[in-house]
């Protein structure tokens, strides 16, 4: 039977006390509806439909380019109604199967469980036992373990508020019935709403199989209202990435200050250290380390390479045995090849370092090209933007750069060559020489640091009339 999902993502989410939708709230720094999302698309399900409601343009924009099926819900009268604007797009002979925008550790597993069980004549639930389940509509069975209704919390009995199973709005079910179920949905409740659990009792009044399946764990069906839930739901995320992590083979100091927020592949025996944060697709090859405080975003890192502490990685390919840091940033396209040393305060930005090559301290190098064995020195930078446009530098094999060097591009710094330390270089360095750019220094022994008295005379003679306001105040030494 083809599969339909909807997905509701129309609630406004006031407790969040933000500008922001809900759905859009971020979690592991993407919004949570992107979760959600991404395990719909797990099922391979014929359509996606996402009802939305409450800043909708902001929601669709978020996920523009994705094969969803957008559905709005202009004003909001509950679950049942939500789903009813999504029908009109799902044919009769496929399956629903009903997901929200605010519950996003929802695992496809989970689901999959729910699909395989539901039929033209099943419906299937997901519950979850719980030690409080208050606010949770309760699952109600019969004396044979059979559904027969879910019961809102406000509509709920003593008696049946002390049931531990609840609802958690998940569920799956044929469209043909799903539709007429809707259409026959009424408001006489506490909220004046039509519930989609309502069709709970419909099912069972037409002789239709209802189940309920117990997910596995609490997390992955929580829901979250307010900023206190969301970062409670982001530290249980935390410690379910790096269970994955650490079972994988990986060690990590402290796993509960190791944030991931995307794709992580990693080799044998890699160290984490502390504050760790990991966006994006970053795979560490064997034996890496990486230092407290660093930050990588879609980046690779070869075998044996050591990321020292305070570094930002970004959009970099780093092979074997290299040296990064500290406090060394690295943009995109930027390339190190094997036993490259990058150290403190270095900036490198669409630069590639050949084999065994060195900037150690203090230097920018961007849109630069450098060979193997080149020595950086501190302080040098390629000054490779007129404001406008980008310029190349490249600088051949074995190369020596002297401290404080400006490298001017469009420029090429020829193999083995050597630039003395504190120049400017504006022009082709030829190889094996040396090249320097000297301006003349002076030294001028009847120079005086200027005083509070040079300004109170400048202020007498502007009193006077003898200097202009604007005016030179003259010269601060005796010459």
Request: proline share 5%; charged share 20%.
């Amino acid at each position: 039977m083809p599969l339909s999902i909807v997905i509701l993502a129309a609630g406004q989410g006031k407790r969040m006390n933000s500008d922001l939708p809900k759905v859009l709230q971020p979690l592991a720094g993407r919004p949570l509806l992107a979760h959600v999302v991404d395990c719909a698309q797990q099922l391979k399900a014929a359509a996606i439909h996402v009802v939305y409601g409450h800043g909708g343009e902001q929601v669709r924009e978020a996920f523009a380019g994705q094969p969803l099926a957008w559905v709005l819900q202009g004003e909001q009268h509950g679950t049942g109604h939500a789903v009813m604007q999504a029908m009109p797009g799902i044919p009769d002979d496929h399956q629903v199967l009903v997901l929200y925008g605010d519950v996003p550790l929802i695992r496809a597993a989970t689901l999959a469980s729910l699909i395989e069980r539901t039929g033209e004549r099943t419906l299937v639930l997901l519950s979850v036992l719980l030690d409080d389940p208050t606010g949770y509509g309760r699952v109600l069975r019969d004396n044979a373990g059979n559904v027969y209704r879910i019961v809102e919390q406000k509509d709920a009995t003593r008696k049946e508020l002390a049931v531990r199973e609840a609802n958690t709005g998940v569920l799956a079910a044929p469209a043909g019935a799903l539709r007429k179920w809707l259409a026959s949905l009424g408001n006489d409740n506490a909220q004046g709403e039509y519930y989609l659990t309502d069709v709970v009792q419909l099912a069972v009044r037409d002789g239709l199989k209802v189940e309920a399946v117990v997910a596995p764990t609490v997390a992955e069906v929580l829901g979250i209202n307010d900023k206190l839930q969301l970062a409670g739901l982001e530290a249980e995320y935390r410690r379910i990435r790096t269970g994955e992590l650490m079972r994988a083979g990986m060690t990590l100091l402290d796993p509960m200050r190791l944030d991931v927020r995307g794709t992580v592949e990693g080799g044998r025996d890699v160290v984490i250290d502390v504050n760790v944060v990991l966006e994006g697709q970053v795979r560490l090859g064997d034996r890496v380390r990486i230092g407290a405080g660093c930050v990588l975003r879609d980046v690779t890192i070869g075998a044996d390479t050591v990321v020292h502490p305070h570094c930002v990685l970004h959009g970099a390919q780093i092979a074997e045995r290299c040296s990064v840091g500290p406090f060394a940033r690295v943009r995109p396209g930027t390339r190190l090849a094997a036993d490259v040393h990058v150290g403190n305060f270095v900036e490198l930005k669409n630069t590639v370092l050949g084999p065994g090559s060195k900037a150690n301290h203090l230097s920018y190098l961007g849109d630069a090209t450098i060979g193997r064995a080149v020595n950086v020195g501190a302080g040098t930078i390629t000054c490779n933007y007129d404001g406008a446009n980008k310029w190349p530098t490249v600088i051949e094999d074995k190369a020596f750069i002297g401290s404080g060097s400006m490298l001017v591009a469009p420029v090429t710094i020829g193999a083995g060559s050597t630039i003395g330390a504190g120049s400017t270089i504006t022009k082709p360095a030829p190889r094996g020489a040396l090249t320097l750019e000297r301006s003349q220094q002076q030294s001028i022994e009847s120079w005086r640091s200027p005083t509070t008295a040079d300004a109170g005379e400048r202020a007498r003679r502007i009193a006077q009339g003898d200097l202009p306001p604007d005016g030179d105040p003259g010269p601060k030494s005796g010459t």
